[in-house]
């Protein structure tokens, strides 16, 4: 592991040498992840994408891309569009990423599952917002906004998030 790795441990999120209070899923870690279970998957994934609410914050690096009114995430393992970024109106089950809580306000998307899904394997797994110190997600990594914001301005392309 490097030093520009996120790497989780039982306590923290570890970054440039540096450890951030975080929060994985109500499942807790999982090596076989599945779809609704709350579990974090374990592994190494690589940061994908980085989107950010730019009615609530300032582009929080170069690469990031706005979250727009009826951007949504397909959660439906029947969905042909399943584990990928839709637009409202939308049939199947989805999450919406502009929400009215400061939650989405700024996400790191990892390669969980990511491009090519396999339904059922469990949809994606973002790096966010908590609610709060020692409330579960439903499977992503939750991080205080002012940590996730420092951690999302320093990301390089070779930032891996180590799970293990």
């Not at 995430?73 to 089950?93: E, G, K, L, T």
């Not at 969980?112 to 790096?127: C, E, H, L, Q, T």
């Amino acid at each position: 592991m490097k030093p520009t790795d996120l790497v989780l441990t039982p306590t923290h999120l570890r970054f440039l040498n540096r450890r951030f209070p975080c929060t994985i899923g109500r499942g807790g870690l999982a090596k076989r992840k599945k779809e609704g279970d709350g579990a974090t998957p374990i592994g190494t994934h690589r940061l994908v994408c980085m989107l950010y609410r730019p009615d609530r914050m300032a582009r929080p690096a170069d690469w990031a891309l706005p979250i727009k009114p009826g951007d949504l995430w397909s959660d439906d393992i029947r969905d042909p569009d399943y584990n990928m970024m839709v637009r409202a109106p939308h049939a199947f089950s989805h999450e919406r990423l502009r929400r009215a809580d400061p939650m989405y306000d700024l996400i790191i998307l990892t390669d969980w599952n990511w491009p090519y899904a396999v339904k059922g394997r469990g949809s994606a797994i973002f790096i966010h917002q908590w609610r709060g110190k020692g409330r579960p997600t439903a499977g992503c990594i939750g991080l205080d906004r002012r940590h996730l914001r420092w951690i999302a301005a320093r990301i390089r392309h070779e930032t891996r998030l180590v799970i293990a």
